[in-house]
């Protein structure tokens, strides 16, 4: 998916000064990603999207004049093709959920050095989904949270929720491969991993976005983990 001699355009909105010289410098480090657009507001930001569509999206979520799930949002609709990183402080379930909702294909919080943000982008470019191990296991934790088979919740219904049975029945192999997919893996080295040809990983691929009635490799993460489907603990 990855063309070693392109140069890939990334788009970077982040308000605060320091922090937004940090990304860039990082980004532009990379031989293959440079930043043309850089700028400090939501608004500057959808502009520069809609005159020239990025490769790249790496985007703040709290910004001086709204949300950065604005722009992932509208440059998702633009383009299925356009990757979108987000970079945050927050590392809370709704946010991380609503930006991968929105289109998001990556996460990571700004605590991390920056020195690995242009690898992780082109992982993502190659098709993996980047997002911080704190990140994930938080998320997963308040899912587990939320599990509906305790006695008192039976009682007190929530509508909203999803019975039991429409939890989709992955076999053991699927849920192997989703469990790869989750962590960030390639398809071709799910393949490698699980000793697999990758035509038989794409085939269960197809089979596991089915089950989950997805479109999409974010969308299979964001099910996978709504779900508690997939252990993503990165200490196994
Ligand atoms: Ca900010």
């Not at 608004?43 to 709204?66: A, H, I, S, Y």
């Not at 402080?89 to 709704?94: I, L």
């Amino acid at each position: 998916m990855v063309n070693s001699s392109k140069v890939y355009t990334v788009l970077l909105v982040e308000d605060d000064g320091p922090t937004r010289e940090r990304l860039a410098t990082a980004v532009n480090k990379h031989d293959q990603l440079q930043v043309p657009w850089q700028f400090a507001t939501l608004k500057e930001g959808l502009n520069q999207l809609e005159k020239t569509p990025p490769d790249v999206v790496l985007t703040d979520l709290g910004l001086p004049d709204g949300h950065g799930i604005e722009l992932i949002r509208r440059a998702r609709q633009l383009s299925e093709a356009i990757e979108i990183m987000v970079i945050s402080v927050f590392g809370d379930e709704r946010n991380v959920v609503s930006a991968i909702e929105a289109g998001a294909t990556g996460y990571l919080l700004k605590d991390g050095p920056a020195d690995y943000i242009g690898e992780s982008i082109i992982d993502m470019l190659k098709g993996s989904s980047p997002i911080s191990a704190s990140i994930a296991r938080h998320i997963l934790k308040s899912f587990r949270h939320d599990a509906p088979h305790l006695p008192e919740e039976k009682e007190t219904k929530q509508p909203e929720k999803p019975p039991p049975a429409d939890i989709p029945k992955l076999t053991k192999r699927e849920t192997d491969v989703l469990e790869y997919i989750t962590r960030g893996f390639t398809f071709n080295e799910v393949a490698g991993i699980l000793n697999l040809s990758p035509h038989t990983v794409t085939s269960h691929i197809k089979h596991i976005y089915r089950k989950l009635e997805v479109k999409s490799r974010s969308e299979a993460v964001f099910e996978a983990v709504q779900l508690g489907l997939v252990d993503i603990r990165t200490d196994k």
